[in-house]
């Protein structure tokens, strides 16, 4: 439903066309690798695989190609975890029918776009930081771990994980532990409330 209110406010405009549309983003980066795109609009919160997850490997697999994000939290943890990701753009879902058009042109330019708490949040951000003379933290997990983790949460068994990854369930097993001890966890309840503090699933 999502996608099809999407489709019409986009597909109403004479410079922009929908070439493809998927349900979570595995399927949108498998799309993004087959598909003659100028830009890829993600939704912050997908099954198998998140916006970010997906953002951060079509940063790296097609750098050319601008992401922008869409994302019904006004949050910033979600707004810095996209643009690390490497999204050229954050737009909110509540303001979608005003900002996406504009958005998609801005980040076709080479522009970026965020919406306007957005820009104050990563104003204030970046002014505490210097003021505290601080770097940005490092992500204690991997991007893979951050899969498994995702998959773990939603409550996915780690034969599964292991058929959705391409990698073995012995191999999912040592990402799960390693995971829970950089965390300091111990099971599967904390690491789903943890994938929802970090935007992986939806709680």
Same mark, same amino acid.
Request: charged letters at 30%; proline letters at 5%; one cysteine or more.
């Given at each position: /439903?999502?996608?099809?209110?999407?489709?019409?406010? @986009?597909? =109403?405009?004479?410079?922009l /066309?929908?070439m493809?549309?998927? !349900? +979570? !983003?595995?399927?949108?980066?498998?799309?993004a690798?087959?598909t003659?795109?100028?830009? *890829?609009?993600?939704?912050?919160?997908?099954?198998?695989?998140t916006?970010?997850?997906?953002?951060?490997?079509?940063?790296?697999?097609?750098p050319?190609?601008?992401?922008l994000?869409?994302? /019904?939290?006004d949050?910033?943890?979600?707004?810095?975890? *996209?643009?690390?990701a490497g999204?050229? =753009?954050?737009?909110?879902?509540?303001?979608?029918? $005003? +900002? @996406?058009?504009?958005?998609?042109? *801005?980040? &076709?330019? =080479?522009?970026?776009?965020?919406?306007?708490?957005?820009?104050?949040? %990563?104003?204030?951000?970046?002014? +505490? $930081?210097?003021r505290?003379?601080?770097?940005?933290?490092?992500?204690p997990?991997?991007?893979?771990?951050?899969?498994?983790?995702? %998959?773990?949460a939603?409550?996915?068994?780690?034969?599964?994980? *292991?058929?959705?990854?391409?990698?073995?369930?012995?191999?999912?097993?040592?990402?799960?532990?390693?995971?829970?001890?950089? &965390?300091? /966890? #111990? +099971?599967?309840?904390?690491l789903?409330?943890?994938?929802? #503090? $970090?935007?992986?699933?939806?709680?």
């Amino acid at each position: /439903m999502v996608r099809r209110g999407l489709r019409h406010v @986009l597909e =109403g405009e004479p410079d922009l /066309m929908v070439m493809a549309e998927a !349900g +979570d !983003g595995a399927e949108a980066v498998e799309l993004a690798r087959t598909t003659p795109l100028d830009l *890829a609009i993600l939704d912050v919160s997908m099954p198998r695989m998140t916006g970010l997850q997906a953002a951060a490997i079509l940063a790296n697999e097609r750098p050319e190609l601008p992401v922008l994000m869409l994302s /019904m939290h006004d949050n910033e943890q979600y707004l810095f975890e *996209a643009l690390k990701a490497g999204a050229s =753009g954050y737009v909110l879902k509540s303001g979608a029918d $005003r +900002d @996406l058009v504009g958005a998609c042109r *801005a980040v &076709l330019r =080479g522009e970026p776009f965020l919406y306007p708490t957005g820009i104050a949040a %990563l104003i204030r951000d970046f002014l +505490d $930081r210097a003021r505290d003379g601080e770097a940005a933290p490092i992500d204690p997990l991997t991007p893979r771990e951050l899969e498994v983790v995702k %998959l773990v949460a939603e409550a996915h068994t780690s034969e599964q994980i *292991a058929q959705l990854l391409g990698i073995s369930r012995k191999t999912v097993e040592r990402h799960r532990e390693r995971v829970l001890a950089k &965390l300091g /966890m #111990r +099971d599967r309840v904390e690491l789903t409330r943890y994938a929802i #503090r $970090r935007g992986l699933i939806e709680p």
